[in-house]
Each structure stands twice: as C-alpha cells, then as structure tokens.
C-alpha cells in the first residue's frame, strides 16, 4: 500500500521513510506541508498520509482541513505526527479531520500498529467503494416497465406486437425480475371458488 508522508526535519524524515519502507510500504516522500499538498492535488493514488503537525507552509492539520473539503476527501486516512502532548491540541487536531495521532519521538511498534490500522480501513473503504459501484450498475440493468400497456378489459391479458396475447403474470415476469407466487384473494373466492365448493359432493354422498 502506497503512504504519504511529509516532514520537514530531514532526519525525522529518513527514518520515518526507512521504517515504513522496512514495513513493505511504497512511500512517498515530501519535505513540507505545500510539497504534500502539490503532490496530493496532483492526483496522487496515496490514500493513507503520515503528516507532520508543525511544518513550514502548511501544516499537517491545514492539509486535513482541505482534504475533507474535497469530494474524495472521505477516502483519505491521516495520522498526524506531533510533539504537542495536551489534550486540547489533539482534540484541534482531530476536529481538523485527522483519523489518529501519534506523538514524536515515536515508539515504532506503536507507529507500525497505527499505520496498519490505516491500511485496513483505507482497504476497508475501498472495497466498499467497488461494492457500491457494483450496486449501482446492477440497479441500472434492472428491466423497468414503463410507457402505455394494451390490456384486456375482460380477461386482463397483455398484448404485445400487433396480435400476441399474454397473461399479464407472463408479460411483468418476462419484462422485470419479478417473480409471481399465484394465489386467490378474497373477492374471487367469493364470486368464482365458493360456487364450485357449493357445487360439489359432501364426503359420504355420490
């Protein structure tokens, strides 16, 4: 999975970059808040971002603040990167749009569990994406019936073309992915089922 990441202290940097790289990630490197936003406007594929909070330009939670503007802003994943320890300041950072935060120095195998938490939910949101789209084209390819249905006033079949008749169950099952479980309701056993009961022997009788 490719990551994103942007820090400014060049030996904060390699080892950030070299950690994740050990890790088996694609980084991509950047050295400030305006290079990771160039990078990131350009079209970059990186949907999960390890930004440093205080950099020159922009900074981490700036970056936040524009990528949640943007259409596709919900498929990013960021973890912020900061030596700010109060509680207040992580909130800032959290209301900027950061998913998570991990304070500098860092620990490496707490880094490595955050960032593979990032990787399952960005690969979460993805295939829920390609889910979605496949959603949406099946929906498209359901047969509608619409438009002006010649129907019989007395035996209620359908016609269709210039002299072909056909049951209207036929007809919808043939035209949609409606499926007909056959019945009878109340007024039709009234009028058509109860006079043939009527008119049948009781058991016993010939």
């Known amino acids: 999975m490719k990551v994103l990441i942007a820090e400014d202290d060049a030996v904060s940097r390699r080892v950030l970059e070299a950690t994740l790289r050990k890790w088996d990630y694609d980084v991509i490197v950047t050295e400030d808040g305006d290079e990771a936003w160039r990078v990131l406007d350009e ?3 990186a949907k999960l971002l390890v930004l440093d909070w205080m950099m020159p ?26 030596a700010r320890m109060q509680k207040d300041d992580i909130v800032l950072g959290l209301q900027a749009g950061a998913d998570d935060y991990i304070t500098k120095p860092f620990h490496a195998e707490e880094l490595r569990a955050r960032v593979r938490t990032g990787a399952r939910i ?4 993805r295939s829920l994406a390609t889910r979605i789209e496949e959603l949406e084209r099946a929906l498209t390819e359901v047969k509608q019936l619409s438009g002006l249905l010649p129907i019989c006033a007395y035996c209620k079949r359908i016609r269709e073309g210039e002299s072909y008749w056909q049951a209207v169950e036929n007809f919808i099952a043939g035209h949609s992915e409606a499926q007909f479980s056959h019945s009878v309701c109340p007024d039709c056993f009234e009028r058509v089922v109860r006079p043939q009961l009527e008119g049948l022997p009781e058991d016993g009788e010939d």
């Open 122 to 125: 960005v690969q979460l949101r």
């Open 43 to 45: 079209g970059c594929d």
């Open 57 to 82: 330009g922009l900074d981490g939670t700036e970056i936040c603040r524009r990528l949640r503007e943007r259409d596709d802003g919900g498929s990013f994943y960021v973890l912020l990167l900061t």
